[in-house]
């Protein structure tokens, strides 16, 4: 069977700092990944990769078999044109520490947006999409308001119903619920383990140990832009085979 996501042997450098040193990992349709990491690892880096906000300077990037940013000619690859790259883009909804939302449209207006402009879709058949998408996160009362009279944790509800409303393929978290006081980090990831139960392909950087433990099927661990190791939660948290892994889970739990 095809992985939804494919990386194979990526490499990246930013000047003469090579952060992603050969990361190849594989991950099914309806699987939940989670990335952990010490800070610097190159986790952020490997999931704008994966939606080409970071261009690879070597290795390939799949998505249900599709070439992201490239296409192959022989055994060449050629950049793609970036139309089709924005294409592609709709594929993978991202959802950023800082929420990312748009602070002059309501948060009807956020979530609408990409369907209406990128893929302009008919509005009344967007408008029942975000009503949908806004009772799915628990905030059909919130469509009319503005995001800056929102808690952290309600933002954060509407950034995922944003980068859910393209139907994407793929969804990536990065530190989703880092930016957020402690008592809003459950109703996040509430939604989160949400999607998961219904089938959302999902990679997630985090420092969830326990969203990790209970949602994960598989557990990556990253360590100076490589995998050090990867499996499922009950081998990688509990009997992790690296002193790295050790040390870093026992400093985050
Ligand atoms: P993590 O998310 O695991 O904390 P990052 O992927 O953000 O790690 O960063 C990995 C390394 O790459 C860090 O040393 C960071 O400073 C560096 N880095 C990330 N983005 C850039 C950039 N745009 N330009 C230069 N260096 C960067
Ligand atoms: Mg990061």
């Known amino acids: ?23 190849s990992l594989s991950v099914r349709q309806g699987e939940v990944a989670v990335i952990l990491g010490p800070s610097g690892s190159g986790k952020s880096t490997l999931l704008r990769t994966i939606n080409h906000l970071e261009k690879v300077e070597s290795g390939t990037v799949e998505i249900e078999g599709e070439l992201l940013g490239y296409r192959r000619s022989g055994d060449r690859l050629h950049e793609l044109h970036e139309r089709e790259i924005l294409r592609q883009r709709t594929k993978i909804g991202f959802v950023f520490q800082n929420f990312n939302l748009f602070p002059h449209l309501t948060v009807r207006q956020n979530v609408a947006e990409a369907p209406l402009s990128a893929q302009r879709r008919p509005k009344a058949e967007v408008a029942a999409l975000v009503t949908r998408l806004l009772d799915r996160v628990g905030l059909a009362e919130k469509a009319d308001a503005y995001p800056r009279t929102l808690s952290g944790g309600q933002q954060q509800r509407v950034a995922i119903a944003r980068a859910l409303a393209l139907e994407p393929k793929v969804v990536l978290f990065d530190e989703p619920t880092s930016a957020l006081d402690p008592e809003l980090v459950g109703e996040v990831l509430e939604v989160m383990k949400d999607l998961a139960r219904t089938g959302t392909t999902m990679l997630v950087v985090t420092h969830e140990i326990g969203f990790a433990r209970e949602v994960a099927d598989t557990v990556v661990f990253m360590d100076a832009g490589r995998i050090l190791e990867q499996g499922p939660p009950s081998q990688v948290l509990d009997g992790p085979r690296h002193e790295r892994t050790r040390a870093f889970i026992g400093k985050v739990l």
């Open 1 to 23: 069977m095809t992985a939804m996501v494919e990386l194979r042997d990526v490499h990246k450098s930013f000047g003469t700092l090579h952060v992603l040193r050969g990361v």
